[in-house]
């Protein structure tokens, strides 16, 4: 089925959190999307780009660790300052991939835990916690943004 035709029988749709892992396929559906209808983003990673590229903002579980930088970039990007929100975008690009290195939650629960958000960076079983060596490059990731 042609796109066009489907954004026209779903017209009680409002919008869509993207989380295809293909900027290309990110990309088209920006392009394509009727007036009025909001795309959102899943794929961390693509947060930044995605936003200068057009998309309405993102659904991710990195944002728990700096919501605030989060809300920062969109709101830069919506007045245009591309460059401020690059600057902040820096060392969040660096952490974020970290974040998935292994079974999520437990990195985001790890910087929750070290940010004193949570009470435990614990996670139920069969997870239990990061490595020795991610929670290290975790931290230090984390006193980066401090």
């Known amino acids: 089925m042609k796109r066009s035709c489907v954004w026209r029988s779903c017209r009680t749709f409002v919008g869509v959190k993207d989380s295809s892992g293909s900027i290309s396929q990110s990309l088209d559906l920006l392009a394509t999307r009727p007036a009025g209808f ?3 983003t899943g794929d961390d990673a693509l947060f930044f780009p995605l936003l200068c590229s057009g998309a309405d903002g993102g659904i991710l579980a990195s944002a728990h660790i700096a919501t605030g930088r989060f809300v920062d970039i969109a709101q830069r990007v919506t007045a245009n300052d591309h460059l401020g929100a690059r600057a902040i975008w820096g060392p ?15 990195p ?5 835990w070290r940010q004193g958000l949570i009470a435990s960076a614990e996670c139920r079983l069969p997870l239990s916690s990061v490595s020795d060596e991610l929670g290290g490059i975790l931290d230090r990731l984390l006193g980066d943004l401090a």
């Open 38 to 40: 909001s795309v959102l």
């Open 92 to 106: 969040l690009r660096q952490l974020v991939p970290k974040l998935f290195q292994e079974a999520n939650p437990m």
């Open 108 to 112: 985001i629960k790890h910087c929750l």
